[in-house]
């Protein structure tokens, strides 16, 4: 009997482990934020090799809010409109870049000056949670960051 629990054990074993390779974050940054302001932006690569999913939130302790932003052209004109999302999918197989310019993260209601580096805690519908250091950059720091 312990012999056979042993193999189904075993057997088992590799299963979880497979099946743990999720989603994950890669180059997270945040844009130092000007003087006087209160409000930065981070950005990200999501790869998802798992099934469907759908990021619903970042957390930052460093900020009041954060939230998901798209940039996208405005209907009938030649001009670029920002609007906020309450999530955002992520199909198996898929990558989400936030990136300037197009989906990022806005933090608002910043607490002060910020570190070097801030925990950024991303939530997804599968109830995954990533928590990623992110570096806070300048811009032109930023620019040499995204292409190492």
Request: include cysteine.
């Amino acid at each position: 009997m312990r012999k056979r629990l042993l193999f189904l054990l075993l057997f088992l074993l590799p299963a979880p482990l497979a099946h743990g390779e999720g989603i994950s974050v890669t180059d997270p940054w945040v844009r130092q934020n000007p003087p006087g302001t209160s409000v930065t932006a981070a950005y990200m690569v999501i790869e998802n090799p798992g099934a469907d999913d759908e990021l619903l939130g970042i957390r930052c302790a460093c900020a009041r809010e954060a939230s998901i932003h798209v940039i996208e052209m405005k209907k009938g004109s030649d001009s670029m409109v920002m609007r906020e999302v309450p999530s955002i999918a992520i199909p198996s197989g898929a990558s989400l870049a936030l990136s300037p310019g197009g989906t990022h993260v806005m933090l608002m209601g910043l607490s002060g000056d910020m570190d070097k580096s801030v925990v950024l805690e991303l939530e997804f519908r599968s109830g995954a949670r990533i928590s990623v250091t992110a570096p806070v950059l300048s811009p032109k720091a930023a620019q040499k960051h995204s292409h190492h």
